[in-house]
């Protein structure tokens, strides 16, 4: 192998193959290179092989330039060659470029920071201050607010660290970070100091009421010229002298300490802060009068102790990033303490973070508009920025929410400011996002892709999570989407039935016209409290001074005494629990109500919402329709309306299998409403007909309904509705009951 090098330049060009045998000459031009403190430039446009020899070479070359802060750019590597660092996950962590001018530009454009070294007396001893060169510009966070420990990086702070921001009945924590490690202690001492360590530092975040942010990079390392122990007030005396010395003594500045003792190593992290310092840099922060920092920090040093089992040698080439992540870990922290400055310190490493400015922290992330009236909690905050970290900015919309989920439509733009496409966010508890995203995955994609929502996301924090689906009909972003409630109560039958066929015998057609025949257990498949509504009996008790553990109840409106639907819900479900039969099954929705399938200007049909999406009875939707539309939606504006609609829904369940065609008998005001509901109910028994292989038995189909018109007594529905849901479902469990099933 021949290699070709450009001093001035700073160009390395390797010809031929880089093996065992090879790699030792280039290493040694490397090292040399590296070695004097600059950039370089590797040319492998003539390289034909990379060996692992090679790669490990290259490797300790890039460790060595990230000490003195410095780049090695790779050029024009060949297919095959990339394809080696591609294999390896190394193509993120190289800096590539197309050509040899463009990283000599790159070259040119970097400025690199100003370095000096300082020696002083102090007490006896000599200390030794490097300085990088970087001068940091800090970050104030103002809350309640989630802020990740990315953004936080290195910092102090005050929160809720226990609980969601917001919680103002728990005292305050101070916390310190170090960008993936938090120490917190609480401040009136009510709970024992703790730490929290984060995998992912972007996805995990710190309740946060206050904070200041230090930056990634020390000002300069402070350390003893040979190994030696202070005290605190000798290592507290030797900052502030290299605050005066390096002109920063009007700085707001983080010190990092680490005593390298073998028998009580520990990592100690304080601020120095007083009032005029934070005054003169907050700029747009709170004032003195605002600032939980001016109550609790004035000129104090409030700081976190890591006590720690083992601590790992400090070289020269090593970086303070990995020093902290290495130490800092739970295996190795046996106990956090409030900073202690009565002990000695043995051959201490301090690193100093002054900042002489804080930006408003809230301006460095993706920005959220939400509508004046409406209040969007830290959580969801954080959790709609962890989905959209494509964006710079974001308009967030509240949607109609059901009992579990609250919906949201975002309109997001790049970070050049372009409209990206709109999708919707669904926050719920973390149970429902991650059953969703699943059942999605496993039922929704490969079966009806092209007429479902694609979950592009999910984030979750504690116990909430969200997730992110595309919200565009087929017809592109110009579609305009509208629910299938909107044409049902629009559009007269002759038009619904058409497309109710469209959906159910064409679109959905992979999940039920492929019924497989399995064990069920119906009562214990479809009973309500096993789902959204547990509470169904303390409703009843209070809305209708029912009790679920009387057998009849006299109602009113029928004018006599009836089973009471609570009373068989409570009493015998559990009965019938274990009670299994061979029933076709099919993939269901699980919750199909006419929100969740929509449909653009030219019809085309979209589903959303798969968190319930099973294989379950594969008559359960048509049975969730049928309730919509005999219940939900019954015409009931006057007693006179409810007494004319009983007859004819009494009359409606008087059939004994799904093949009876149950006449409209209905005689009151509302029939063309009724009408329609008794058709679109009609169809949905042949639905489920056909879907159970000609399985005629109502008493399936039935129990089936049963799951969703008990628990319209739990609706924000009017009274009337929910009085007539409670009477249908005592003809239901009358019919069941009959049959012994």
């Known amino acids: 192998m021949e290699i070709i090098t450009d001093q001035q330049n700073r160009v390395i060009q390797p010809i031929g193959r880089i093996d065992a045998n090879t790699s030792s000459a280039l290493e040694t031009v490397l090292t040399g290179f590296a070695n004097e403190g600059k950039d370089m430039i590797l040319d492998l446009s003539q390289c034909n092989y990379l060996s692992s020899a090679g790669i490990r070479i290259l490797l300790k070359t890039k460790k060595m330039l990230l000490q003195s802060r410095n780049e090695l750019y790779i050029v024009s590597p060949t297919v095959d060659v990339f394809q080696v660092f591609e294999t390896a996950g190394l193509h993120k962590l190289f800096h590539f470029e197309n050509s040899v001018e463009v990283a000599r530009k790159k070259l040119s454009i970097a400025k690199k920071p100003h370095k000096q070294t300082i020696d002083f007396q102090l007490s006896g001893k000599t200390f030794v201050y490097t300085s990088t060169g ?139 802060i007083k009032d005029e310092n934070l ?19 004035n000129g104090a ?6 006590e720690l089992d083992d601590i790992d040698d400090f070289l020269s080439e090593t970086d303070l990033h990995d020093f902290l992540q290495s130490n800092l870990s739970f295996e190795n922290i046996s106990e956090i303490t409030i900073l202690n400055e009565s002990e000695t310190i043995e051959n201490p490493f301090i690193w100093l ?39 710079s900015k ?52 490969p079966y009806i892709f092209n007429n479902s929502a694609v979950v592009l996301g999910a984030e979750f924090y504690g116990e909430t999570g969200a997730l992110r689906y595309n919200f565009v009909g087929i017809g592109g972003e110009s579609s305009q989407l509208k629910w299938l409630t909107h044409y049902y109560h629009q559009k007269d039958i002759a038009f619904l039935e058409p497309l109710f066929d469209k959906i159910f015998l064409q679109i959905l057609k992979p999940w039920y016209g492929q019924p497989v025949v399995k064990t069920i257990q119906p009562f214990e498949e479809h009973d309500p409290t096993y789902t959204f509504f547990p509470h169904i009996y303390d409703t009843v008790k209070e809305l209708f001074s029912i009790s679920s553990d009387e057998q009849e109840i006299f109602v009113a409106e029928a004018g006599r005494k009836l089973l009471n639907p609570y009373w068989f819900l409570k009493h015998e479900y559990p ?88 006449p409209n008998t209905y005689k009151g005001v509302h029939f063309d409403k009724v009408a329609k509901n008794h058709a ?26 049963l799951e969703w018109v008990l628990p319209i007594v739990c609706y924000g529905i009017p009274i009337p509705q929910r009085r007539l849901s409670m009477i249908v479902a005592s003809f239901l469990c009358e019919k069941v009951m009959k049959t012994d099933f």
């Open 575 to 662: 009965k019938r629990r274990e009670k299994s039969i061979k029933y076709p099954t099919g993939i269901c929705h699980g919750d199909l109500n006419m929100q969740n399938i929509l449909l653009d200007e030219s019809m085309n049909v979209y589903l959303i919402d798969f968190s319930e999406t099973k294989q379950r009875s594969v008559v359960s939707d048509f049975a969730r329709l049928e309730a919509i539309f005999l219940v939900d939606n019954a015409p009931l504006n006057t007693e006179d309306d409810m007494k004319t609609y009983l007859d004819f829904i009494e009359s409606f369940y008087d059939v004994t299998d799904l093949q009876s065609i149950s």
């Open 394 to 445: 974001l308009k967030v919309e509240p949607l109609h929410g059901g009992f579990s989920a609250q919906t949201f439509h975002v309109t997001s733009f790049d970070h050049e400011g372009r409209k990206m496409r709109p999708t919707v966010m669904k926050v719920a508890h973390r149970d429902l996002i991650e059953r969703e995203s699943d059942r999605c995955s496993r039922y929704a994609l």
């Open 134 to 272: 970087i001068e940091n510009s800090g970050a104030f966070w103002k809350g309640p607010d989630i802020v990740s420990f990315k953004e936080l990086g290195l910092s102090i702070g005050i929160g809720h660290i226990r609980s969601l921001p917001g919680s103002l009945n728990d005292s305050f924590d101070f916390f310190m970070s170090t960008g993936s490690c938090a120490g917190f202690y609480n401040i009136d001492n009510e709970h024992e100091a703790d730490f929290r360590i984060s995998s992912n530092p972007a996805k995990n975040g710190l309740p946060v009421s206050e904070a200041i942010s230090f930056g990634s990079q020390p000002a300069g390392l402070l350390r003893l010229d040979t190994p030696s122990t202070v005290t605190f007030d000798e290592l507290q005396h030797a900052v502030k002298l290299m605050q005066k010395l390096t002109k920063v003594e009007n700085c707001i500045t983080l010190v990092i300490v680490a005593s390298m003792s073998r028998d009580t190593p520990a990592i100690k992290m304080y601020a120095l």
């Open 680 to 705: 679109l109910s009609l169809k949905m028994r042949n639905y489920a007909y056909e879907s159970s292989l000609q399985n005629a038995d109502p008493i399936p189909y039935y129990i089936a309904l």
């Open 279 to 297: 005054e003169k840099n907050t700029g747009n922060c709170p004032s003195s009068s605002e600032s939980i920092f001016y109550s609790n920090f």
């Open 353 to 391: 973070f002054p900042v002489n400015q804080l930006a408003d922290g809230s301006l460095q992330r993706i920005q959220i508009e939400t509508p004046e009236d409406f209040s969007f909690e830290p959580h969801k905050s954080f959790l709609t920025r962890q989905l959209f970290t494509d964006a």
């Open 301 to 306: 040093k409030h700081g976190i102790q890591f």
